[in-house]
């Protein structure tokens, strides 16, 4: 059943890198919500947290990954106002 984890953890971090690319790539952030990007990447934080204290690889590998995109995309948010 691991392979359903690697399939999720897989599909929903690759989902996220377009959107954190174009931010990266542009520094455009202006219809992005800061609210919604704190709370996400708190959220994103957590789940890593979690991941990592019952032990499971999948989920904290795409949280890790996650993690850094989001918080790129926030920092970004920030320093553009």
Do not use: H
């Not at 455009?28 to 990447?41: G, K, N, R």
């Not at 991941?51 to 926030?74: K, Q, R, S």
């Amino acid at each position: 059943m691991e392979w359903v984890g690697w399939a999720a953890a897989i599909l929903t971090t690759v989902s996220f890198v377009p959107q954190a690319v174009k931010v990266i790539q542009t520094r455009d952030t202006a219809s992005i919500s800061l609210w919604m990007y704190i709370l996400f990447t708190t959220g994103i934080a957590c789940w890593l947290a979690y991941g990592l204290i019952i032990g499971d690889v999948p989920m904290t590998a795409a949280n890790a990954i996650t993690l850094v995109l989001a918080t790129i995309i926030l920092v970004t948010k920030v320093r553009n106002g």
